[in-house]
């Protein structure tokens, strides 16, 4: 009896030993595949950290490159402002040239006329009568002209006007006269030349202007509406030309053949 029950416990504690054993074959497993999953998310960690620390190197490298484009920019932009000022600061001193040079010019003009003041001055304290000396007055071409142009802006119906080359009358402005004045122009016209040939095919496709060739002309004349006279004889030097100006209609009446006999003699083109 005892032995069979010694039997029965080695029994039980074979199959206790078994059970353990079986146990412990599982539980190795178990370690085995939880390191294998250990292993496994170790792996995944590494990829994840290079895949974090590669994008953290494109991230400087961009963060480089945008750096770089910054201050390219920058310096262009730094380019461009100083091209531009340097533009304006040379537009500026061409401004400023130009505006010496009308300085100058306008002293000139000035020192001419106080010239011109003085010489009046002598001649009027030299001559109880007040008959001026014009022997030389220093007035030029280009005075008498500016001063028909004037005249001439004024007019309302008509003109009568004597100039020495049809050239001369690109300095009157022609075209900006009133359509309603009639103009009668007298000068020294040369078809031969290509330049007075276009002139005079200019001003005779205008309705109020008519034209005739008066050669050898020594003096530069404008009677405007019978109101207004200005006469020029051509003197021996180019700037010591005798002119007289007048709005006294007795001078304008006793003057007015002389214009006229210019238009007169002239001959029709």
Request: aromatic fraction near 4%.
């Amino acid at each position: 009896m005892e032995e069979k029950d010694l039997t029965g416990k080695i029994k039980t504690l074979y199959d206790t030993i078994n059970n353990l054993k079986d146990s412990l074959i599982l539980k190795d497993d178990q370690l085995s595949t939880m390191q294998t999953t250990l292993n496994l998310k170790d792996e995944q960690v590494t990829t994840l950290e290079n895949s974090i620390k590669l994008k953290e190197e494109k991230m400087a490298a961009l963060e480089k490159t945008i750096e770089i484009k910054e201050e390219e920019l920058k310096s262009t932009v730094d380019k461009e402002l100083v091209a531009e000022k340097e533009k304006k600061i040379e537009e500026l001193q061409k401004e400023i040239d130009l505006l010496n040079e009308e300085l100058n010019k306008a002293d000139e003009e000035i020192e001419n006329l106080e010239l011109e003041a003085e010489e009046l001055k002598k001649a009027q304290s030299s001559s109880s009568q007040k008959i001026f000396d014009y022997t030389e007055s220093h007035i030029g071409k280009a005075e008498i002209l500016n001063k028909m142009r004037e005249i001439l802006q004024r007019a309302i119906s008509s003109v009568t006007i004597v100039v020495q080359n049809i050239t001369d009358l690109q300095e009157l402005y022609l075209y900006e006269v009133r359509s309603s004045v009639n103009m009668k122009i007298s000068c020294e016209i040369n078809p031969g030349i290509v330049e007075n040939a276009d002139l005079l095919d200019e001003y005779e496709s205008l309705d109020n202007i008519s034209l005739r060739n008066y050669h050898g002309s020594a003096r530069f004349v404008i009677i405007r509406d019978g109101e207004e006279l200005m006469f020029g004889i051509i003197g021996a030097k180019d700037d010591n030309h005798l002119v007289f100006y007048t709005t006294d209609f007795t001078h304008i009446k006793l003057m007015q053949s002389m214009v006229m006999e210019a238009w007169l003699r002239s001959r029709k083109i």
